[in-house]
Protein backbone atom coordinates (compact mmCIF):
# COMPACT_ATOMS: atom_id res chain seq x y z
CA UNK A 1 0.00 0.00 0.00
CA UNK A 2 1.37 3.57 -0.88
CA UNK A 3 2.66 5.76 1.91
CA UNK A 4 0.18 7.99 1.99
CA UNK A 5 -2.27 5.51 3.29
CA UNK A 6 -4.17 5.56 0.22
CA UNK A 7 -5.18 2.01 -1.68
CA UNK A 8 -3.57 0.97 -4.54
CA UNK A 9 -6.46 0.84 -7.02
CA UNK A 10 -4.21 -1.86 -9.24
CA UNK A 11 -4.40 -4.08 -6.11
CA UNK A 12 -8.52 -4.15 -6.83
CA UNK A 13 -10.63 -5.52 -9.57
CA UNK A 14 -14.57 -3.77 -10.39
CA UNK A 15 -16.10 -6.71 -11.91
CA UNK A 16 -19.36 -5.50 -13.35
CA UNK A 17 -21.23 -7.45 -16.30
CA UNK A 18 -23.59 -4.29 -17.83
CA UNK A 19 -25.71 -2.08 -15.08
CA UNK A 20 -25.83 -2.85 -11.36
CA UNK A 21 -29.04 -5.23 -10.86
CA UNK A 22 -31.06 -4.41 -7.46
CA UNK A 23 -34.23 -5.68 -5.98
CA UNK A 24 -36.88 -3.80 -4.07
CA UNK A 25 -40.47 -3.74 -3.07
CA UNK A 26 -43.00 -1.97 -4.86
CA UNK A 27 -42.92 1.76 -3.51
CA UNK A 28 -46.44 1.76 -1.44
CA UNK A 29 -48.79 4.26 -2.43
CA UNK A 30 -50.21 6.67 0.69
CA UNK A 31 -53.85 5.48 1.19
CA UNK A 32 -56.50 7.05 3.01
CA UNK A 33 -55.91 5.20 6.15
CA UNK A 34 -52.49 6.70 6.06
CA UNK A 35 -53.85 10.05 6.26
CA UNK A 36 -56.45 9.39 8.96
CA UNK A 37 -53.71 7.87 11.29
CA UNK A 38 -52.05 11.20 10.64
CA UNK A 39 -54.84 13.61 11.51
CA UNK A 40 -56.08 10.93 14.79
CA UNK A 41 -52.58 12.25 15.90
CA UNK A 42 -54.21 15.82 16.43
CA UNK A 43 -56.77 14.11 18.29
CA UNK A 44 -54.72 11.66 20.78
CA UNK A 45 -52.69 14.63 21.37
CA UNK A 46 -55.60 16.91 22.28
CA UNK A 47 -55.63 18.34 25.43
CA UNK A 48 -57.40 17.61 28.43
CA UNK A 49 -61.38 18.56 27.84
CA UNK A 50 -60.82 18.58 24.46
CA UNK A 51 -63.92 18.52 22.22
CA UNK A 52 -61.84 16.17 19.73
CA UNK A 53 -63.09 12.78 20.38
CA UNK A 54 -63.02 11.29 16.45
CA UNK A 55 -62.26 12.31 12.83
CA UNK A 56 -65.67 13.66 12.50
CA UNK A 57 -64.80 16.33 14.99
CA UNK A 58 -61.79 17.67 12.40
CA UNK A 59 -63.88 19.71 9.86
CA UNK A 60 -63.52 22.60 7.87
CA UNK A 61 -63.88 25.31 10.84
CA UNK A 62 -61.44 23.03 12.99
CA UNK A 63 -58.57 23.50 10.32
CA UNK A 64 -59.52 26.63 9.69
CA UNK A 65 -58.91 27.79 13.04
CA UNK A 66 -55.86 25.53 13.70
CA UNK A 67 -54.19 26.43 10.48
CA UNK A 68 -55.00 30.02 8.84
CA UNK A 69 -55.21 30.13 4.90
CA UNK A 70 -56.30 26.48 5.21
CA UNK A 71 -59.62 26.47 2.73
CA UNK A 72 -60.87 23.04 5.18
CA UNK A 73 -60.36 19.54 5.91
CA UNK A 74 -59.91 18.66 2.35
CA UNK A 75 -57.09 20.86 1.86
CA UNK A 76 -55.61 19.48 5.13
CA UNK A 77 -55.97 16.01 4.15
CA UNK A 78 -54.09 17.00 0.85
CA UNK A 79 -51.63 19.18 2.49
CA UNK A 80 -51.03 15.81 4.73
CA UNK A 81 -50.70 13.64 1.61
CA UNK A 82 -48.18 15.43 0.11
CA UNK A 83 -46.12 15.55 2.94
CA UNK A 84 -46.37 11.65 3.11
CA UNK A 85 -45.62 10.76 -0.18
CA UNK A 86 -42.26 13.80 -0.12
CA UNK A 87 -41.61 11.31 3.11
CA UNK A 88 -42.20 8.21 1.25
CA UNK A 89 -39.71 9.13 -1.93
CA UNK A 90 -37.45 10.16 0.34
CA UNK A 91 -36.99 7.06 2.05
CA UNK A 92 -37.52 4.95 -0.98
CA UNK A 93 -34.62 7.18 -2.75
CA UNK A 94 -32.62 6.22 -0.01
CA UNK A 95 -32.84 2.38 -0.12
CA UNK A 96 -31.97 2.71 -3.69
CA UNK A 97 -29.09 4.58 -2.90
CA UNK A 98 -27.78 1.96 -0.38
CA UNK A 99 -28.87 -1.45 -2.59
CA UNK A 100 -26.87 0.40 -4.88
CA UNK A 101 -24.02 1.17 -3.10
CA UNK A 102 -23.94 -2.97 -1.53
CA UNK A 103 -24.23 -4.27 -5.12
CA UNK A 104 -21.32 -2.00 -6.24
CA UNK A 105 -19.41 -3.05 -3.33
CA UNK A 106 -19.78 -6.47 -4.10
CA UNK A 107 -18.70 -6.32 -7.67
CA UNK A 108 -15.35 -5.04 -6.48
CA UNK A 109 -12.58 -7.97 -5.75
CA UNK A 110 -9.76 -7.11 -3.58
CA UNK A 111 -8.45 -6.92 0.22
CA UNK A 112 -9.21 -3.73 2.10
CA UNK A 113 -5.35 -3.85 3.78
CA UNK A 114 -5.81 -4.02 7.97
CA UNK A 115 -4.09 -1.08 8.31
CA UNK A 116 -5.90 1.27 5.95
CA UNK A 117 -9.32 0.37 7.87
CA UNK A 118 -7.20 1.50 11.49
CA UNK A 119 -6.72 4.61 9.57
CA UNK A 120 -10.33 5.71 9.07
CA UNK A 121 -12.22 3.98 11.90
CA UNK A 122 -11.70 6.82 14.12
CA UNK A 123 -13.53 8.69 11.51
CA UNK A 124 -16.35 6.51 11.44
CA UNK A 125 -16.51 6.36 15.20
CA UNK A 126 -16.90 9.82 15.33
CA UNK A 127 -19.19 10.23 12.93
CA UNK A 128 -21.27 7.67 14.48
CA UNK A 129 -20.95 9.28 18.04
CA UNK A 130 -21.80 12.95 16.44
CA UNK A 131 -25.48 11.19 14.88
CA UNK A 132 -26.12 9.19 18.45
CA UNK A 133 -25.59 12.78 20.26
CA UNK A 134 -27.29 14.32 17.79
CA UNK A 135 -30.47 12.55 18.39
CA UNK A 136 -29.98 13.63 22.34
CA UNK A 137 -28.59 10.06 23.59
CA UNK A 138 -25.48 8.90 24.88
CA UNK A 139 -23.39 6.28 23.66
CA UNK A 140 -24.31 3.90 26.65
CA UNK A 141 -28.09 4.65 26.17
CA UNK A 142 -27.93 3.80 21.98
CA UNK A 143 -26.17 1.07 22.62
CA UNK A 144 -28.97 -0.04 25.71
CA UNK A 145 -32.03 0.90 23.04
CA UNK A 146 -30.26 -1.44 20.50
CA UNK A 147 -29.54 -4.36 22.34
CA UNK A 148 -25.71 -4.18 21.64
CA UNK A 149 -22.75 -4.59 23.31
CA UNK A 150 -19.23 -2.76 23.35
CA UNK A 151 -17.84 -5.21 21.51
CA UNK A 152 -20.89 -5.24 19.07
CA UNK A 153 -20.66 -1.37 18.25
CA UNK A 154 -16.62 -1.72 17.46
CA UNK A 155 -17.60 -5.08 14.90
CA UNK A 156 -20.28 -2.66 13.33
CA UNK A 157 -17.80 0.34 13.37
CA UNK A 158 -15.30 -1.86 11.89
CA UNK A 159 -17.76 -3.66 9.32
CA UNK A 160 -19.00 -0.08 8.00
CA UNK A 161 -15.10 1.43 7.56
CA UNK A 162 -14.51 -1.34 5.87
CA UNK A 163 -17.43 -0.60 3.91
CA UNK A 164 -17.06 2.68 3.23
CA UNK A 165 -13.21 2.09 2.11
CA UNK A 166 -14.69 -0.58 -0.72
CA UNK A 167 -17.39 1.74 -1.62
CA UNK A 168 -14.35 4.98 -2.58
CA UNK A 169 -12.21 1.94 -4.48
CA UNK A 170 -15.31 0.77 -6.21
CA UNK A 171 -16.51 4.28 -7.46
CA UNK A 172 -12.37 4.85 -8.17
CA UNK A 173 -12.35 1.89 -10.17
CA UNK A 174 -15.72 2.82 -12.09
CA UNK A 175 -14.75 6.54 -12.76
CA UNK A 176 -10.92 5.19 -14.68
CA UNK A 177 -12.96 1.95 -15.96
CA UNK A 178 -15.51 4.71 -17.42
CA UNK A 179 -13.06 8.01 -18.13
CA UNK A 180 -15.44 9.96 -15.87
CA UNK A 181 -13.86 13.61 -15.13
CA UNK A 182 -15.41 16.82 -13.34
CA UNK A 183 -13.84 19.96 -14.90
CA UNK A 184 -13.15 22.60 -12.20
CA UNK A 185 -16.29 25.06 -13.36
CA UNK A 186 -18.44 21.81 -12.43
CA UNK A 187 -17.03 21.31 -8.92
CA UNK A 188 -19.03 22.92 -7.08
CA UNK A 189 -22.57 21.92 -8.76
CA UNK A 190 -21.11 18.10 -7.63
CA UNK A 191 -20.07 19.28 -4.35
CA UNK A 192 -23.03 21.16 -3.57
CA UNK A 193 -21.96 24.82 -3.08
CA UNK A 194 -23.97 27.94 -3.96
CA UNK A 195 -21.06 30.24 -4.31
CA UNK A 196 -18.64 28.42 -6.80
CA UNK A 197 -16.18 31.26 -7.06
CA UNK A 198 -15.57 31.48 -2.93
CA UNK A 199 -15.17 27.57 -3.30
CA UNK A 200 -12.45 28.08 -5.92
CA UNK A 201 -10.52 29.90 -4.04
CA UNK A 202 -11.02 28.47 -0.91
CA UNK A 203 -10.24 25.19 -2.47
CA UNK A 204 -6.87 26.79 -4.13
CA UNK A 205 -6.10 28.16 -1.27
CA UNK A 206 -5.72 25.20 1.01
CA UNK A 207 -3.98 22.86 -1.98
CA UNK A 208 -7.26 20.62 -2.50
CA UNK A 209 -8.39 21.25 -6.11
CA UNK A 210 -7.08 17.69 -7.08
CA UNK A 211 -8.63 15.95 -3.93
CA UNK A 212 -11.84 17.82 -4.67
CA UNK A 213 -11.74 16.64 -8.35
CA UNK A 214 -11.83 12.92 -6.64
CA UNK A 215 -14.34 13.89 -4.94
CA UNK A 216 -16.45 15.24 -6.94
CA UNK A 217 -16.27 12.61 -9.86
CA UNK A 218 -17.17 10.01 -7.11
CA UNK A 219 -20.56 11.88 -6.98
CA UNK A 220 -20.94 11.88 -10.65
CA UNK A 221 -20.29 8.27 -11.10
CA UNK A 222 -22.52 7.39 -7.81
CA UNK A 223 -25.27 9.21 -10.33
CA UNK A 224 -24.41 7.70 -13.16
CA UNK A 225 -24.93 4.34 -11.93
CA UNK A 226 -27.99 5.21 -9.57
CA UNK A 227 -29.59 6.43 -13.24
CA UNK A 228 -29.03 2.99 -14.86
CA UNK A 229 -29.41 0.86 -12.19
CA UNK A 230 -31.72 -1.90 -13.34
CA UNK A 231 -34.61 -2.12 -10.21
CA UNK A 232 -36.09 -5.54 -9.57
CA UNK A 233 -39.60 -5.62 -8.26
CA UNK A 234 -39.59 -7.83 -5.14
CA UNK A 235 -42.56 -8.71 -2.77
CA UNK A 236 -42.20 -6.54 0.01
Known amino acids: MPENNQPDLEDFQLELDGALKIAMPAQPEVT ?3 IDAQLFSFIANAPKGSKLTSLADLDDAWAQEAYPGISGIQEMREVI ?12 YNMKVALTCDALVASLRGA ?60 D ?21 DDPEAFMQELRQANKVEEAKIAAARVKAMRTLLEEVEVQEKSA
Do not use: C, W
Not at 81 to 92: E, F, I, M, V, W
Not at 115 to 138: C, Q, W
Not at 148 to 170: C, G, P, R, V, Y
Open 81 to 92: KQRLKQDSDYAY
Open 32 to 34: EED
Open 173 to 193: KYVDQNTIAVAEEELAQYLNN
Open 112 to 171: IPEELIKANIDEVRRRSEYTIHSNGKSLNQYLKEMDMSEEEFEQKLLEETEHDIAMNIAL
